[in-house]
């Protein structure tokens, strides 16, 4: 029997939902909420002990989070390790992908591709999932299939074959065409407008903006990927997987008003962010730096939308857009709030 | 990512957010640590007008592709 | 526009080879458990009807008619042996079982090996002379019996008028000249001396016109039969008039030597394109290193020039990492096609017989040697787009 640990955040581990996202780490003993699932899907391998961590409490205090689950992971004397699934959740998938990668023993984790967390996994192998729990029941036995490949030692096949994300290893195999003729059909397909690639040179990288001489002569605007709202959130902007942005007048006040805006954003507790919205844009600061003269002026209006599971291909057109405006309003730097 | 999208037309910008390892990853390139996911400024205005001072600082400031400066120096 | 025919005949019409002082020569045919190491070049048997040279030096290539053996490959093979040259050379192979044999198209042709034993007198270069020149020699007279009999194919490669809404398509084909063992030749001229970058006949790459004097990167460099045999000009030759419009061919140097002089070729070559009036052109490379460096300037030059571009290289990818493998690489390459990992490797091989040398370049054992890299097996990763090989992500 193979020994396995399962990680799981305060929410799946039970302990509570986001006022509990600040957690440190702990153990649980056997397998908790899906890890029974998992468990049950398992041929072979034995779940003997849960460790969770607050996705707040990782994402804060990541060293000393890693430290204390490699610990306990240790205690354990397990030779296998399965985090998740996080499915879209980006602070959950992080910390599954950065602790499935740290692990000293074999590791998977499972989460939806465009969750920021699969460019943190290594060499950890990660198992793609539906974007919300909804994926639960066709998650697990996916995981488990890959967890006894690794636990066996099997030599994988190729990831779509298995069912894993790409770690990025380039092999080599023969396609069904000769280079030159798959030359002929990119360029072509690039001269129709669709551009195509076999090989890139790694992450798109935009390189930084000269800096802007002196903000007092400059004009400022206020972008947030946090989802504030006028109260009531009037054009429905949606807290997860945000379709678009929306664009609203800056109020000429002193600040947001408490009960005037509001965080629609669905991956945190924005309690706190409602009980004063300046917490999430800092219009109050904003101002009263304006009046001071320190900034030269601040963008009449704000740009809003919820970094929430938000797709690659959409976030970039998003922010094009919105950059677009920006640039046509004659916008020379931008404070942009996340989370 | 919108600030990397918001740079590629040429115009600086600061992310604030407490997560900085991500946003490095997504590729933002001037990058302020905050607290706390719920409230990445900071709950009170003082410390809310420190982080936006040291962003402000950013805008201001040459950087290496994909850096981040804490709030406090 | 001048016609050029090609004529395909059987291997079975292959010729006695001449006897050569100095020279071992092998038939290796194809599933015979041999490897074949130091292999400089590899050359397909042609003869002209009308008594002109298959590999000429003064009269232009392209045009008339050339006969080839179909199924036939000669082979040259020499170990350089004096002790002080500049580049070191790079190991070559072709395997003709094995897991290797699937790399080259040489495992599946007859192959007349030529081995070159060198002469304690001669100098590096003369040897390299020597051997070149005898190789496209045999590989002519092998072709000879074809001159007596029918051909089994007639290609004719004329372009003629297209639908002007056909996207215009220009192949730039990029030449190595690094200094002495590393030339690509243009009718028997040196690249860096051949008036580079110049437009040339689509027929004339086809015809002989270009040779191959570089003996390094085995796997990523051009051999003189991926010329004769090019699937780039074939390929925009037989679409001409269907999704394209051929614009012609551009040769160019890779290895300009400073940074000035490489964005100056990139620049000349793009305008070359420009003024070929091509939409979009396909970018090769030569050999490995800085010559990419070349390739992604041109591509970048073309780009500004409005010609869009596909560029063709092959990767160097640590197989155990997952960092990209591109040797060099600008934002405007798009486009690329891989045409596989040289750095990846293959299982090792026990040969019944080694022909070409016993012991590689390393003092390996030829007989024992394994895993070999890609890098070295000849044509393997060839960046003029010759082959199938790619690589996928795992």
């Known amino acids: ?339 | 990512m919108l600030a990397k999208e918001i740079e590629r037309a040429g115009i600086p910008t600061v992310f604030v957010t407490s997560l900085p390892t991500i946003a490095r990853m997504i590729g933002a390139n001037r990058i302020v640590r905050g607290p706390a996911i719920t409230h990445p400024f900071g709950l009170e205005a003082a410390e809310r007008r420190r982080i936006v001072e040291r962003a402000l600082e950013m805008l201001e400031t040459h950087v290496e592709p994909t850096t981040v400066w804490e709030a406090a120096p | 526009m001048t016609a050029w025919e090609l004529a395909t005949f059987s291997s079975d019409l292959l010729g006695d080879v001449p006897e050569l002082e100095g020279v071992d020569v092998e038939i290796v045919r194809p599933g015979e458990p041999v490897r074949i190491t130091h292999v400089l070049d590899a050359v397909e048997p042609r003869a002209r009807p009308d008594g002109r040279p298959a590999f000429p030096t003064e009269a232009r290539a392209g045009e008339g008619r050339t006969n080839r053996l179909d199924g036939v490959t000669v082979l040259s093979c020499l170990d350089f042996p004096a002790e002080e040259r500049p580049l070191h050379e790079q190991e070559s192979l072709v395997d003709m079982g094995g897991p290797g044999a699937d790399l080259t198209p040489f495992s599946r042709t007859t192959n007349v090996v030529l081995r070159f034993r060198a002469r304690p007198q001669a100098s590096n270069e003369e040897l390299e002379a020597w051997a070149r020149r005898t190789t496209l020699d045999v590989a002519e007279s092998v072709a000879r019996p074809t001159l007596r009999t029918d051909p089994v194919e007639v290609e004719r490669f004329e372009l003629g008028p297209a639908d002007e809404s056909l996207p215009s398509v220009a192949a730039l084909v990029q030449l190595s000249d690094l200094g002495p063992l590393y030339y690509q030749y243009v009718y028997g001229v040196r690249a860096a001396e051949a008036g580079l970058p110049r437009a040339i006949e689509p027929a004339e790459l086809l015809d002989g016109a270009v040779t191959c004097g570089e003996y390094h990167w085995a796997a990523l460099r051009n051999p003189t039969i991926f010329f004769q045999q090019n699937r780039l000009v074939r390929t925009l030759h037989d679409e001409h008039g269907k999704r394209l419009r051929f614009a012609g061919v551009v040769l160019m140097r890779g290895y300009e030597q400073t940074a000035g002089e490489k964005q100056q070729a990139a620049e000349q070559a793009a305008e070359l394109a420009a003024g070929l009036a091509a939409d979009g052109a396909i970018v090769t490379t030569d050999a490995g290193g800085n010559s990419h460096t070349d390739v992604m300037l041109t591509c970048r030059a073309c780009e500004r020039t409005g010609v869009r571009t596909t560029v063709i290289v092959a990767e160097m990818a640590d197989p155990e990492s997952t960092s990209p493998g591109l040797t060099d690489w600008v934002p405007e390459a798009d486009s690329v096609v891989s045409v596989g990992n040289a750095e990846e490797t293959v299982s090792a091989w026990r040969p019944e017989r080694v022909v070409g040398g016993d012991l590689l370049l390393d003092g390996t054992p030829a007989a024992e040697a394994g895993p070999v890299p890609v890098r070295n097996y000849l044509g393997a990763t060839n960046q003029m787009g010759q082959l199938a090989l790619t690589a996928t992500t795992w």
Not at chain 1, 2 to 27: D, K, S, W
Not at chain 1, 204 to 218: F, H, I, N, T, W
């Open chain 1, 1 to 339: 029997m193979v020994r396995a640990v399962h990680y799981l955040n305060q929410f799946f581990a039970g302990l509570g939902g986001e006022e509990a996202a600040e957690t440190p780490p702990t153990r649980l003993e056997g397998p908790v909420g899906p890890g029974r699932g998992l468990a049950a899907e398992l041929e072979g391998i034995e779940i003997t002990a849960t460790l969770a961590c607050g996705d707040d409490y990782f994402a804060e205090h990541e060293e000393a989070a890693l430290a204390r689950l490699l610990d306990l992971l240790q205690a354990e004397g397990a030779e296998l390790l399965v985090c998740g699934p996080a499915f879209g959740s980006g602070r959950y998938g992080y910390a599954c992908a950065r602790l499935a990668a740290t692990a000293p023993i074999a590791a998977l984790t499972a989460m939806h591709e465009e969750n920021p967390g699969v460019g943190a996994a290594g060499a950890a192998l990660v198992v793609p999932t539906a974007v919300n729990v909804a994926g639960m029941r066709d998650a697990l036995p996916r995981m488990a299939r890959l967890a006894e490949a690794v636990a066996a030692g099997r030599e994988l096949g190729h990831p779509e074959d298995e069912g894993y994300l790409p770690r990025g290893f380039r092999r080599n195999r023969h396609a069904e065409e000769t280079g030159a003729e798959r030359a002929v059909d990119l360029l072509l397909s690039k001269l129709a407008g669709e551009t195509r690639t076999e090989v890139a040179a790694g992450f798109d990288r935009v390189p930084p903006p000269e800096p802007v001489p002196d903000l007092s002569e400059a004009v400022l605007a206020l972008v947030t990927e946090a989802g504030c709202v006028p109260q009531g959130n009037p054009d429905r902007l949606p807290t997860i997987r945000a379709p678009g942005w929306l664009r609203y007048p800056l109020p000429d006040e002193a600040g947001l008003e408490s009960g005037r805006y509001e965080s629609v954003h669905g991956g945190f507790d924005v309690t706190l962010a409602n009980e004063d919205p300046n917490r999430l844009m800092p219009l109050d600061v904003a101002r009263t730096l304006e009046r001071e003269g320190r900034i030269g002026g601040i963008h009449d209006a704000f740009y809003t939308t919820t970094g929430n599971g938000t797709p690659v291909a959409a976030s970039t057109r998003f922010g094009q857009e919105i950059a677009a405006e920006l640039r046509d309003a004659g916008v020379q730097a931008v404070l942009l709030s996340g989370t």
